[in-house]
């Protein structure tokens, strides 16, 4: 291929991406990621701010953070989930992570997130059609956010 050919096939390919809609590519769930608080996220996310609490889900994180932009939190559950949430009731944008779980897999993660302060973190576990929530308190001692 010689220098011609490869910057017209460069120019077709760039016109080519510059027409395609931008519905086609992922789009941004912006409602989900509001900054108007903690329950206004749920509302938003699972359709009620209230969400019962359960046995079923555990959260492991540290009672006190040193560092609030690596704090590590692990979530395992003990219901047939399909779907996870992870909020910080006190960032400016609560959620923090969400996963859709295809198939037989074991209902866990594992993630460092960052908190803008000391905050409860949520971990909400959609089985079925129900939700289930477990929180957790978290103080930091250096922010993050």
């Known amino acids: ?5 490869f910057l017209r ?7 080519a991406v510059s027409i395609i809609p931008l519905h ?5 769930q912006k409602q989900y ?6 329950k206004q996220a749920l509302v938003n996310l699972f359709g009620t701010a209230s969400i019962g ?8 994180a540290p009672a006190v953070a040193t560092n609030g932009a690596a704090v590590p939190v692990e979530v395992h559950c003990d219901l047939e989930a399909d779907k996870m949430f992870l909020l910080v009731e ?3 944008t609560p959620l923090v992570y969400s996963i859709d779980l295809k198939g037989p897999v074991l209902p866990y993660f594992n993630i460092r ?33």
């Open 33 to 38: 990621f509001t900054d108007k608080g903690y």
């Open 53 to 60: 609490q359960s046995d079923k889900i555990t959260i492991t």
């Open 1 to 5: 291929m010689n220098r011609r050919s």
């Open 24 to 28: 086609a590519f992922a789009a941004w």
């Open 9 to 15: 096939a460069f120019a077709l390919g760039g016109a």
């Open 113 to 145: 997130i960052k908190m803008r302060e000391s905050s409860p973190v949520h971990a909400v576990v959609r089985a079925g059609e129900k939700y289930y929530r477990a929180t957790v308190n978290v103080d930091v001692t250096a922010q993050a956010c």
């Open 90 to 92: 006190n960032n400016s």
